[in-house]
């Protein structure tokens, strides 16, 4: 069994280990994709996120 989502009417998460939603939609995973060190296009996506401030090292810090 794998956790997974579909998005209720406010368009918020709902949790579940179930294959369909209640209204006969297909859940998600609601786990990241697997890492693997031959990723071609790290690169690329690291540059977009740096492009566009993304990186962690350039968000705000967090308020305790």
Excluded: I
Excluded at 8 to 24: H, I, Q, S, W
Excluded at 46 to 62: D, E, M, N, V, W
């Amino acid at each position: 069994m794998h956790l997974m989502y579909y998005l209720n009417d406010e368009g918020k998460r709902v949790y579940t280990l179930k294959k369909f939603a209640p209204d006969g939609k297909p859940t998600h995973s609601s786990h990241p994709a697997r890492f693997s060190p031959d990723d071609k296009y790290s690169r690329q996506r690291y540059t977009l996120k740096k492009r566009f401030g993304l990186l962690p090292s350039q968000q705000p810090a967090p308020k305790w």
